[in-house]
Antibody, heavy 120, light 107 residues
Framework: QVQLVQSGAEVKKPGASVKVSCKASGYTFTSYHINWVRQATGQGIECLGW????????GYAQKFQGRVIMTGDTSITTAYMELGSLTSEDTAVYYCARSVGGYDYAGAYWGQGTLVTVSS | DIQMTQSPATLSASVGDRVTITCRASQSISTWLAWYQQKPGRAPKLLIY???SLQSGVPSRFSGSGSGTEFTLTISSLQPDDFATYYCQQYNSFSYTFGQGTRLEIK
């Protein structure tokens, strides 16, 4: 069965970077996009971007351009999202999601979420 | 970025009701629209993709329609498990965006 298992909660200081991992299993890792989104407590959902594990191509939301990097390691079927220059406004639960498939990039399968807390 | 506007923000309904949630895009997104259900403390769950395709395992009381800039999610007969927050998401452009959410609560 398809599973996405994310790394554990992180506490970071302002100005630092965080790297969240998303271990995929149960499907061919290179055949589906990985999307990254986040959600602050009690707020809506915000897209950070997406990654194609086959090509390494990425697409980042304009708001995060220059501050986010999405990568993948096909040898261990793991996707990564690194966000830099953290501020308190980056405190949120971060999710990875695998796409539906083909040319459909909606998030069909989701990780359990990783809480990132930014605090001095 | 393409802006997604959902309405209503909150919807009060009873078990058995038929409800409709609307999502409007700031520019045409063809049918590259998804609907998700989210419950507190849980990841979103995909209900509908490509505007009207039902995700595997999702009950048939959920349906989606629309194209271009106007989309709807309909629940034909509300069940107790359906009370949650619903989000639309466009994935037509290079940068995907979500609507602000519709909270479906028990009347």
């Amino acid at each position: 069965q398809v599973q996405l298992v994310q790394s554990g909660a992180e506490v970071k200081k302002p100005g630092a970077s965080v790297k969240v991992s998303c271990k995929a299993s149960g499907y061919t890792f290179t055949s589906y996009h990985i999307n990254w989104v986040r959600q602050a407590t009690g707020q809506g959902i915000e897209c950070l971007g997406w990654m194609n594990p086959n090509s390494g191509d990425t697409g980042y939301a304009q708001k995060f351009q220059g501050r986010v990097i999405m990568t993948g390691d096909t040898s261990i079927t793991t996707a990564y999202m690194e966000l830099g220059s953290l501020t308190s406004e980056d405190t949120a639960v971060y999710y990875c999601a695998r796409s539906v498939g083909g040319y459909d990039y909606a998030g069909a399968y989701w990780g359990q979420g990783t809480l990132v807390t930014v605090s001095s | 970025d393409i802006q997604m506007t959902q309405s209503p923000a909150t919807l009060s309904a009873s078990v058995g009701d038929r409800v409709t949630i609307t999502c409007r895009a700031s520019q045409s997104i063809s049918t590259w629209l998804a609907w998700y259900q989210q419950k507190p403390g849980r990841a979103p769950k995909l209900l509908i993709y490509k505007a009207s395709s039902l995700q595997s395992g999702v009950p048939s009381r959920f349906s989606g329609s629309g194209s271009g800039t106007e989309f709807t999610l309909t629940i034909s007969s509300l069940q107790p498990d359906d009370f949650a927050t619903y989000y639309c998401q466009q994935y037509n452009s290079f940068s995907y965006t979500f609507g602000q959410g519709t909270r479906l609560e028990i009347k």
